[in-house]
């Protein structure tokens, strides 16, 4: 039996998206840096991460999303840019952003965030950042090769979509990599 599950509240990218993602991938792998990237089809807009939970809690953190999305509408938005986290002198995650209507993304992490926050999940204590993790940096990496590989995709920009979707999932290591399973599904 299983004691807890690794949980996240994202929202799931159309395949058109991933695709045009995908490409920035390819382009920066011909750099050859350790990284380890994320599989397209697993990339996401992460709202909240939940850490190892009691799968008896997806019910509650379901009616909490459901509670959250009562005042939004769907949120157009689009991927633009690229940058590192946490700098360039020590680069550990390479990331593509978000534009379009962020001002209604942030309220609805923030409402989503007070809902989870009565339920027993504390509010994270950095501010939000919407973005999408391309990979994970392994290693040392050369600053200046990197910033060189970054700039074809400064001005990056896809087409936009809608995020109307909003998805509780449980994250699984498996000997191929990480396999992610829909709990809940919650439409704005």
């Not at 840096?33 to 709202?47: D, M, R, S, Y």
């Not at 942030?106 to 926050?117: A, I, S």
């Not at 074809?152 to 087409?159: A, N, P, T, V």
């Amino acid at each position: 039996m299983v004691d807890t599950i690794r949980a996240f509240i994202a929202f799931e990218l159309p395949e058109r998206i991933t695709s045009q993602i995908r490409g920035v991938q390819e382009s920066i792998k011909g750099y050859k840096f350790k990284i380890k990237w994320v599989q397209p089809k697993n990339i996401h807009l992460t709202l909240k991460f939940l850490g190892n939970i009691p799968p008896s809690d997806t019910e509650k953190i379901g009616d909490a999303i459901i509670a959250a999305v009562r005042e939004f509408k769907p949120i157009s938005l689009s991927v633009k840019g690229i940058g590192v986290f946490p700098d360039l002198k020590r680069p550990r995650v390479l990331w593509v952003g978000i534009t379009g209507a962020k001002n209604a993304l942030t309220g609805l992490y923030q409402t989503l965030e007070e809902n989870l926050e009565t339920i027993g999940f504390p509010k994270d204590s950095r501010p939000f950042k919407g973005h999408l993790t391309l990979g994970r940096i392994k290693g040392r990496i050369d600053s200046k090769r990197l910033v060189y590989a970054m700039e074809e995709f400064i001005d990056f920009e896809s087409e936009t979509f809608e995020a109307n979707k909003i998805i509780l999932f449980q994250s699984e290591q498996t000997p191929s990599g990480v396999v992610y399973f829909k709990l809940a599904s919650v439409k704005l």
